[in-house]
């Protein structure tokens, strides 16, 4: 019984670290931007900031599935929605830091910006998926869209896909012989490939049944 | 999951947290999170000011371009650089490039020259009269700044070691110096980093080569103790730290080409109408200002310079 109830505890206790640690990056920015801590070049902090929380977010918030299954920890489920959200919630603040503090809502320049460049246009794209997956998040559309609702979340892929590729195109270098700082985009793909690959039973089933059979003790097996 | 079976796992008594903690686990999580917020708090602390004797941000005494724009706060011209050799992160080169050695130091001026030889900074400093320019400095990345540099235009050393017929280019190298600068070997780029200017460009007036900044000596993370300053073009072409200026006559190899000739041209002249493969370069962030400006025409030195490109196609050849 103690077990149950301490394993409650742990859950709650993940839960609340994700929320904390989620709007951890959020808060940091405010601190900076309050004691004036932003640097000489403050829009680009804040963009930085807000795009590689989003992309983080996104990474984690796909992470769910597969750890859920391959670990049997079915409570893992419940933290992708607010992961989800808050990765939708950094793209937005990062959109609105480009739009409205770096452009100041100067129509022509942006949409000049936005036409001209496959690297605005991809983020964008990433964007609107983002918003609309975490606007149609809520039961109500789940119970309206019915089986068009899981396909319609499966786009998340394709958003975090975007916001990848839209950060590989911010480093300043070249991505075919890797010559820049692409360290971090490229960790980041690097695991949406691995999380998309886990997905696959071909994979992860092995890991699983590995596992199992490591932890296989009289009593646990299911 | 509800289904399942719970068994009580066996524990020895050191897998037991002591209970004199575990009552007091909260006190102790709280202590944990203030270490934590602690250092998170001790990496936001203000920068030790430097050993400079100006304050980081004095006043500018309103002092401004030939445009009318004031000059950036020095604060800003020497804690926000691009010198890779250090760090592509551009708030922490001026603390690691702190211990750059760059006394003695010397340039070594060879190729199509009459008379090469080796310029030690003094010589430079004694032979050639030290005067300010003020220059705005465009970043390719869309940032810019007004900077009051100290210095003597190229064309004065170009005119004592004398460039024979052949020369038609001339190819500046900064120092590798792999036990001072930490990412001189992360294998991100083929330093040296090599930078170019087509003879004329070189000998042009408003060409610089600068050996300080706001009356004082050139800080390491602006390129001490010497460096070009080229203001119609993007800042990448003012190589920092020089230690070899070579006349030559095929245009040479320079590292932003190297590493992506589509979108560093040779040129690489401040353009808002050639737009960056991935970006537009119609407009930027001045350092200290809100908002963005329009980007100028050759950074708004186009009257002194487009006689340099008369009969080029400047969208081909950028």
Redesign the interface.
Same mark, same amino acid.
């Given at each position: 019984m103690?077990?149950?109830h301490q394993k409650i505890r742990v859950e709650k206790l993940i839960r609340v670290a994700v929320h904390v640690g989620s709007l951890f990056p959020l808060a940091m920015v405010l601190?900076?931007m309050v004691?004036g801590?932003l640097?000489?070049?403050p829009?680009?902090t804040v963009l930085h900031r807000t795009g590689h929380a989003a992309v983080a977010l996104l990474v984690l918030s796909l992470a769910v599935t597969p750890l859920r299954r391959i670990f049997r920890l079915?409570?893992l489920g419940r933290l992708r929605k607010p992961l989800g959200l808050y990765a939708a919630l950094y793209a937005g603040l990062h959109f609105a830091a480009f739009a409205v503090w770096?452009?100041?809502l100067?129509l022509n320049?942006i949409w000049?910006?936005i036409v001209?460049?496959?690297?605005?246009i991809v983020g964008l794209v990433s964007l609107i998926i983002l918003v609309l997956l975490a606007g149609t998040s809520f039961r109500f559309w789940q119970r309206k869209l019915g089986k068009k609702w899981r396909w319609l979340q499966k786009t998340v892929y394709l958003a975090a896909g975007l916001a990848v590729i839209h950060y590989l &195109?911010?480093v300043?270098?070249?991505l075919l012989? &890797?010559?820049?700082?692409?360290t971090a985009p490229l960790i980041a793909g690097g695991l949406l490939i691995l999380l998309l690959l886990l997905r696959i039973p071909f994979f992860y089933k092995p890991i699983q049944r590995f596992l199992n059979h490591q932890s296989a003790k009289?009593?646990?097996k299911? | 999951?509800a289904d !399942?079976?719970?068994? $009580?796992?066996p524990l020895n008594r050191d897998e037991v947290t002591p209970k004199h903690i575990y009552q007091n686990r909260r006190q102790f999580l709280k202590q944990m999170g203030m270490v934590g917020l602690g250092a998170l708090l001790a990496s936001?602390a203000?920068r030790k000011p430097g050993a400079s004797d100006i304050p980081p941000d004095a006043p500018v005494n309103g002092r401004t371009d030939e445009l009318g724009d004031a000059l950036t706060s020095y $604060?800003?011209v020497t804690?926000?650089n691009n010198f890779y050799e250090f760090t592509?992160s !551009?708030?922490q080169v001026a603390s690691l490039a702190q211990n750059f050695e760059t006394d003695p130091w010397s340039v070594r001026v060879d190729g199509l020259v009459n008379h090469p030889g080796v310029l030690s900074l003094e010589d430079m400093l004694a032979n050639f009269n030290q005067e300010e320019r003020i220059y705005r400095m465009r970043c390719?990345?869309g940032?810019s700044m007004v900077i009051p540099w100290v210095g003597f235009p190229l064309h004065k050393l170009l005119a004592e070691v004398e460039p024979t017929a052949d020369a038609r280019y001339v190819a500046f190298e900064t120092a590798v110096v792999p036990d001072q600068m930490d990412a001189v070997d992360s294998g991100?780029?083929?330093f040296p980093y090599l930078e170019g200017l087509r003879l004329d460009e070189a000998q042009h007036d408003l060409t610089l080569l600068a050996t300080g900044l706001y009356d004082e000596p050139m800080p390491p993370q602006n390129g001490a103790p010497i460096r070009l300053v080229v203001p119609w073009k993007y800042g990448f072409k003012s190589i920092k730290s020089i230690v070899r200026i070579s006349l030559v006559a095929e245009e040479p190899p320079t590292l932003w080409n190297i590493?992506?000739p589509q979108?560093y041209g040779f040129y690489a002249n401040v353009n808002p109408d050639v737009?960056h493969p991935?970006?537009?370069q119609?407009?930027e962030?001045r350092?200290?200002e809100p908002?963005?400006r329009e980007t100028l025409f050759m950074n708004g030195y186009a009257d002194e310079v487009m006689p340099l490109y008369e009969g080029m196609d400047l969208t081909i050849q950028f």
């Open positions: 103690a077990n149950i601190w900076l004691t801590n640097g000489f070049n829009v680009e079915q409570f770096d452009y100041r100067n320049l000049m910006e001209e460049k496959p690297f605005l &195109l911010a300043k270098g070249d012989t &890797l010559q820049g700082a692409y009289p009593g646990e299911e | 999951m !399942k079976k719970r068994h $009580s796992v936001c203000p $604060s800003a804690g926000y592509t !551009k708030e390719v990345e940032w991100r780029f083929p590493v992506a979108e737009s991935r970006w537009s119609a407009t962030r350092i200290g908002g963005r």
